[in-house]
């Protein structure tokens, strides 16, 4: 790649006119197609032989480090294309005609970190889709983006519940539960009142659609009497904990990880469909 | 909008509204100021959603060349960075874009958001041939994402003008971003580039009205108050799309 670099910048350095420019602009677009048709033989090359992996708790934190670190990306950015992933999927696995229950009401319930963040996208996405959802949003983080983003949903008349409900009333008013608690860096005890939460959740009957982790479950190993989820949406990458997850729907969202990304962590990323945001794993 | 079961009443569908130059300004104001959208996550909306409806008019075998490979101009301004994260947009969907990007913003938003297309191994071209011929061969077509509402349009200055005079005479199609750069807001040009496709975010601006080309709407986020408000009559996108025809 650094060599590819070299010839390029020594190709973009000419700053004459005239026949070398036909030269340069050539050699422009011929250098381009290599880097180009280098980073598709290699993917062609991944999905077939391998399968996607499944990513352990400190690989997940230091991928998400270099996307803010190295790669730039700011917290804003990522946070609304996970969030609209997470909407989108939600909308396939329970597309508002299959709703039972009318008005097409969600619950998303958002912990204290960027997986709560994430919930807040969603949630905003979902109203834009026609559902009518409504946030529990119990502990916020005094960052100013957390704010921001429960401001744009107030703003869209997304209405924020002041305690969680019963399971048995979570039953009857809602179709689904987004669980947008806890996130990948989730380790140790569950603080109130997020315990109590997951107890409720564990009662329902109505689907739960986890973002990234199931809430509760260890990110690795999972956890046979924690919730069990009926969607899993995994962001970026698949987490290990995703090997326990038994419902009926497993996504892929986050269509932002930059192929030198993916190849530096062999993630061997599924190719998306068309422009699809989120990529159907089971 | 609403999902109360109501009885179907015969619906008058009000045209949809051709933004002027102030209200544009008025509604991002009010999208930053009382919604408290943040200026990045905007822009990347925004590109996210040109992108998908490049993809729509051009999809990837539609393109005539061996190369799915597109020029995306892009300007100092916001224009310009919507350009850029719509390109970096255009490599996920495995198009090949190259970027001229002549004056770089000194707000780090901006700066932000080239590091994200470097890193992505888009290249940038150093300078713009004005032998049209070259980029006529080497690309399928140019994004123009030079100048935006956010800009005086009446004075454009060096290097856009000249650069405008080299996309004036292209034979690739052209695909502007939210306003053909040059274009006087408030009416359609008599002289400037002439777009094969527009791509207007949020809501159209008048001097698309007429628009003969292919024309997108693009950006599904607008508070149902704001829409409102400015009487939007927005189209409704079909499912989960956030791109539509008009």
């Not at chain 2, 938003?109 to 940038?124: A, R, S, V």
């Not at chain 2, 994004?143 to 996309?167: F, H, N, R, S, W």
Request: proline fraction near 7%.
């Amino acid at each position: 790649m650094l060599g590819v670099r070299a010839l390029f910048g020594i190709g973009l350095l000419v700053s004459s006119r005239g026949g070398s420019v036909l030269t340069h602009t050539g050699a422009c677009a011929r250098v381009a197609s290599t880097i180009y048709s280098k980073d598709l033989a290699h993917r062609q090359a991944c999905t077939m032989a391998n399968t996607i992996k499944y990513l352990g708790q400190e690989e997940a934190q230091h991928i998400d480090e270099e996307l803010f670190n190295e790669y730039r990306f700011s917290v804003d950015q990522l946070m609304e294309l996970a969030g609209l992933s997470c909407a989108t999927a939600v909308s396939k696995g329970y597309p508002l005609q299959s709703l039972l229950k009318s008005p097409p009401r969600v619950l998303v319930i958002c912990g204290p970190g960027n997986n709560g963040g994430d919930g807040l996208v969603c949630a905003r996405h979902l109203k834009l889709f026609g559902y009518e959802p409504s946030v529990l949003y119990p502990k916020r983080p005094s960052k100013q983006l957390f704010q921001n983003l429960t401001t744009q949903c107030e703003k869209m008349d997304i209405s924020f519940l002041t305690e969680m409900p019963e399971a048995d009333v979570i039953d009857e008013v809602y179709n689904l539960v987004v669980d947008a608690i806890f996130g990948f860096s989730f380790k140790g005890a569950v603080r109130e009142p997020f315990g109590d939460i997951l107890s409720q959740l564990k009662k329902i009957t109505v689907p739960i659609a986890s973002v990234d982790i199931p809430s509760g479950w260890d990110v690795e190993n999972g956890c046979p009497d924690g919730i069990q989820p009926d969607m899993l949406l995994s962001l970026t990458a698949p987490k290990k904990a995703a090997n326990h997850f038994k419902g009926r729907y497993h996504f892929l969202g986050g269509r932002f990880v930059p192929p030198a990304l993916e190849q530096k962590y062999q993630l061997n990323l599924p190719q998306y469909p068309d422009t699809d945001c989120v990529y159907q794993l089971n | 909008m609403n999902h109360s079961s109501n009885e179907k009443e015969p619906e008058t569908i009000e045209p949809l509204r051709y933004l002027s130059k102030t209200e544009v300004a008025t509604v991002e104001t009010e999208l930053l100021r009382d919604y408290r959208f943040g200026q990045q996550q905007l822009i990347e909306i925004w590109g996210h959603a040109c992108a998908i409806a490049i993809t729509k008019a051009f999809p990837l075998s539609s393109l005539s060349k061996k190369q799915p490979t597109l020029l995306v101009v892009c300007g100092p301004e916001q224009n310009g960075s919507i350009g850029l994260v719509c390109a970096r947009h255009l490599r996920m969907f495995e198009y090949e874009p190259t970027i001229f990007y002549p004056k770089r913003s000194a707000q780090s938003l901006h700066q932000d958001f080239t590091i994200q297309c470097e890193k992505m191994d888009i290249p940038f071209l150093s300078y713009l041939p004005t032998e049209v011929q070259l980029l006529n061969d080497a690309y399928n077509l140019v994004i123009d994402a030079i100048l935006g509402p956010e800009t005086d349009q009446k004075e454009v200055k060096e290097p856009y003008a000249g650069m405008l005079v080299t996309l004036k005479q292209v034979k690739i199609p052209i695909v502007s971003v939210d306003v053909p750069s040059g274009w006087d807001i408030d009416e359609p040009a008599k002289d400037g580039i002439n777009p094969e496709v527009l791509i207007s975010l949020t809501a159209p601006k008048k001097c698309a009205t007429g628009f003969s080309g292919k024309h997108f709407l693009a950006g599904r986020f607008l508070p149902y108050d704001i829409q409102k408000k400015f009487e939007l009559n927005l189209p409704e996108f079909p499912g989960t799309e956030c791109v539509i025809e008009l």
